[in-house]
């Protein structure tokens, strides 16, 4: 059983900073991307960024310059730095990764339950 749990969402002031933390756990051969999605009421799910199990990085472009997306592989941990957060960064943010369960499968994609973020006066 794989599972995604994030941690570290809350209220937070305009202009404030919050760091998400994902942790994966269970049985499996291997992690590729990990990633973060958010979404807002009424939206769709989107990406926010995503690591490559490389180090490679990619940022929506609403938060680019923001947010930073790491990884610790050793830990299967991923985080999202996220700073200067607008109202508009309010969302239901998710922690994604896609997984080698077993060295001959498919990777497929796993997602946490959903932490979320409230950027408010």
């Known amino acids: 059983q794989v599972q995604l749990v994030e941690s570290g969402g809350g209220l937070v002031q305009p202009g404030g900073s919050l760091r998400l933390s994902c942790a994966a756990s269970?049985?499996?051969?291997?992690?590729?991307?990990m990633g973060w999605y958010r979404q807002a009421p009424g939206k769709q799910r989107e990406l926010v960024a995503i690591i490559t199990s490389g180090g490679t990085t990619n940022y929506a472009d609403s938060v680019k310059g923001r947010f930073t997306i790491a990884r610790e592989n050793v830990k299967n941990m991923v985080y999202l730095q996220m700073g200067s957060l607008k109202p508009e960064d309010t969302a239901v943010y998710y922690c994604?990764?896609?997984?080698?369960?077993?060295?001959?499968?498919?990777?497929?994609?796993?997602w946490g339950q959903g932490t979320q973020v409230t950027v408010s006066w």
């Open positions: 994604n990764a896609r997984i080698k369960k077993y060295a001959t499968s498919w990777s497929r994609d796993y």
């Open positions: 269970g049985s499996f051969f291997s992690i590729d991307a």
